[in-house]
């Protein structure tokens, strides 16, 4: 990919960034701002998933576990310990960057299926103990301070996925990192070879990965104002996100925008006219996922790339050199 198609692409996150930034100004429904505020949070887990699935090559069926983890430390922090927002946030980024070093040093040595059952059954396990742990609230969840300000949780969110958004832009597609990771997820023998540290890369990528994403869990425990293990640590979170990465094209965190974009709205649509068929949605987001690997196996990013790069001009063929030692 061309260096100045990267940086198109950058130029458009930036444009719809500032786009989004107006949107209060425009829109006064707090109906909407609360559904523009979830949005975010969907592009937001849909981006830091891509991390390890689209550029490391790993899919993460646990992601669900460090949104979890930022959730009840942000929660008990401010309940329990009386500590102000900002900092309770900070600390559940803190919290996620340790579990998932620990739950990254066994699990990260493993490949494919091996690693996405191993992190499914730890994030299973993660909310096991929420259930039965007292401090957590078990199964009656845990309640926070109400703060009505549906603006002020809209630009928190905003910010925090803007923020992580352009970090792993930077981070990923200029840095060496980036192409590290990528030397991983295409041949890990090989990138041994040339002296990288597949493990530690991983591990890194994946500490990466779950910072924004416990950060993201966080001001959602303080907008909703309860949490329990069903909401916060349920594999739906990671099935969604999952879908938005494979439908909007892994590996480009510009794909999984579009891919949360159009999921999310059409959750919305089918949650206010078909509510009564939750499992007709569990059937449809697997449908999209088998759909998008045959069909659409770079999602539809890449798909709509190729048709760009199809309709453009070829450039004119140079003309034949001339032959040595032919008279004029």
Not at 10 to 36: N, Q, S
Not at 91 to 104: C, E, K, P, Q, T
Not at 162 to 182: D, H, T, Y
Request: with cysteine.
């Amino acid at each position: 990919m061309t260096p100045l198609l990267k940086d198109r692409r950058l130029i458009v996150a930036i444009i719809v960034f500032l786009v989004f930034l107006c949107i209060p100004a425009v829109v006064h429904d707090t109906f909407a701002l609360r559904m523009c505020t979830e949005a975010f949070m969907w592009i937001g887990l849909a981006v830091t998933l891509d991390v390890m699935a689209g550029y490391t090559g790993y899919l993460n069926f646990g992601h669900q576990a460090f949104f979890g983890i930022g959730a009840y430390t942000t929660a008990l922090l401010m309940m329990k310990a009386h500590w102000p927002f900002p900092l309770a946030v900070a600390a559940g980024g803190v919290v996620a960057s340790v579990a998932a070093l620990v739950i990254g040093i066994p699990t990260l040595r493993l490949r494919g299926s091996y690693f996405a059952i191993a992190v499914w059954a730890l994030a299973r396990a993660i909310q096991q103990f929420a259930l039965i742990a007292t401090f957590t609230g078990g199964p009656d969840g845990t309640r926070l301070t109400a703060f009505l300000d549906p603006q002020f949780f809209f630009y928190v969110m905003l910010g925090i996925v803007g923020a992580s958004f352009f970090c792993l832009w930077f981070l990923l597609e200029r840095a060496p990192f980036g192409l590290k990771l990528k030397a991983i997820r295409e041949d890990q023998e090989s990138a041994k070879a040339l002296g990288l540290n597949p493990t530690r890369l991983k591990i890194q990528a994946f500490i990466i990965s779950a910072i924004p994403t416990a950060l993201i869990g966080g001001v959602f425990a303080y907008w909703v104002t309860f949490i329990d293990p069903g909401s916060t640590l349920s594999d739906l979170i990671s099935d969604q996100a999952i879908v938005m990465v494979v439908f909007g094209g892994m590996g480009t965190l510009i794909g999984p925008v579009i891919g949360a974009i159009l999921i999310f709205s059409f959750k919305t649509l089918f949650w206010a006219y078909l509510s009564q068929y939750e499992v007709l949605y569990i059937i449809i987001l697997g449908a999209v996922i088998a759909g998008s690997v045959v069909f659409m196996p770079d999602g539809v990013l890449g798909k709509f790339i190729r048709k760009a790069v199809r309709r453009s001009p070829k450039p004119e063929s140079l003309p034949p050199p001339a032959t040595a030692g032919k008279e004029a």
